[in-house]
């Protein structure tokens, strides 16, 4: 017999799994945002944030960092490495001419690796991508004309990379 407490609990775990997922999305952006700005092997830096960072409580501060969907993490900061390139060039493609990927901001440009690495793969809908990465600019960036501009340049790149999928 199914109760109102099983749907409950079904909805609690589907959120949990949706909060470690955009932990996952969030401490990738950061690697790979550490791994440019200090020139550090993918290896080194997933090793740092699944050793260091992902869930681990800080002993001075008692801050406790979100626990995250490791296996996320790893793939999309290993896929946006693999796939960089191809990343690279859907986004110039999105954006504007006079503004080719390595002009613009190093965090919006993980945004856009770390997006790109989940929409060449697919595993997971373009839509979701799409809603997962604006959310995760609008942590990053307090005005919104930044969130506009990531949807913009997302939009672009999944219909590019899953066209079957709109």
Do not use: C
Not at 25 to 42: P, T
Not at 88 to 116: C, E, N, Y
Not at 126 to 144: D, H, M, N, S, W
Request: charged share 30%; net charge negative.
């Amino acid at each position: 017999m199914s109760g109102a407490g099983d749907k409950q609990g079904r909805s609690g775990d589907r959120q949990a799994r949706q909060a470690r997922a955009a932990a996952a999305r969030l401490y990738a952006v950061q690697a790979l945002f550490q791994m440019e700005a200090a020139g550090q092997s993918a290896d080194r830096v997933q090793r740092e944030f699944l050793n260091w960072r992902i869930g681990r409580e800080d002993e001075d501060d008692d801050i406790v960092s979100a626990e995250a969907d490791q296996a996320l993490f790893t793939r999309i900061v290993d896929d946006a490495v693999t796939w960089q390139s191809k990343i690279d060039q859907m986004t110039d493609r999105a954006l504007v001419a006079k503004w080719p990927i390595d002009r613009i901001d190093p965090v919006l440009r993980s945004v856009f690796r770390a997006a790109g690495a989940e929409l060449v793969t697919p595993k997971t809908p373009p839509k979701v991508v799409i809603t997962e990465y604006v959310r995760l600019a609008q942590t990053f960036f307090a005005e919104g004309r930044e969130s506009k501009f990531v949807n913009a340049v997302l939009d672009h790149m999944a219909r590019e990379a899953r066209p079957e999928a709109f």
